[in-house]
């Protein structure tokens, strides 16, 4: 998908983009710049009024080397492989039909795969991967969504089921759930009438992938 792409990923200051496209994100674009911008690793450097473009670059150089050392090399190198033990189709009808065990399996393979170098110890480095995989494949996804009790590390919407999802990185996945429950973060969602599923996801420094995950439905 990304390889695809009409420029480099890796010169990604002053990108000019119109109004329509920086906006639009859904399973068939082959454009990543959205993605990107909307998980905050873009910002609009100036905007040209009369053609409704604007010009886009990294907010400062931390966040430039966040991007081109943690999320370039899983961009370029991991999503398109055809061979992939991650099928995008499969893991797309996993999602949607809250297959969670299977998804998760899948993406557990999907991050271990991911050579060593390119892995960092960062709790944020495996939300924004998830991110903005769950992004360019249509998903509907929020990262540190706001409630009146804190924040959700990501929320992921389908047709049937609304995915509140909470990471730990050396932590324990017992940990994670416990707190979507003492924070009460699916109240917002309550009135919703898709299926809300609770997810604690425990990262591992050591083996660089998901080391377990508990689920829970909301009652």
């Known amino acids: 998908l990304l390889k695809r792409s009409n420029f480099e990923l890796s010169k990604l200051e002053d990108v000019v983009i119109d109004a329509n496209a920086l906006t639009s994100i859904d399973a068939s674009t082959q454009n990543p710049v959205p993605v990107i911008y909307q998980s905050g690793y873009l910002t609009i450097k100036d905007y040209d009024a009369e053609f409704r473009l604007y010009h886009l670059g990294y907010p400062n150089k931390e966040v430039e080397d966040g991007f081109v050392e943690f999320l370039l090399p899983f961009y370029t190198n991991r999503v398109n492989q055809g061979n992939s033990s991650f099928e995008i189709s499969q893991f797309v009808k996993e999602v949607r039909n809250g297959d969670y065990g299977a998804f998760f399996q899948r993406l557990q393979s999907f991050f271990a795969d991911i050579p060593y170098e390119q892995t960092k110890e960062l709790e944020l480095h495996y939300q924004n991967v998830l991110f903005i995989l769950f992004r360019l494949i249509g998903f509907y ?79």
Do not use: C
Not at 151 to 174: H, N, P, V
């Open 141 to 219: 996804t929020k990262v540190e969504y706001h409630t009146s009790q804190g924040r959700i590390d990501l929320m992921l919407q389908t047709d049937k089921y609304i995915y509140i999802m909470e990471f730990k990185l050396d932590g324990s996945a017992e940990e994670a759930l416990k707190q979507i429950n003492e924070k009460n973060y699916t109240i917002p969602f309550n009135i919703d009438k898709r299926t809300i599923i609770k997810v604690g996801v425990n990262f591992s420094k050591e083996t660089k992938t998901i080391e377990k995950w508990l689920v829970e439905y909301d009652q």
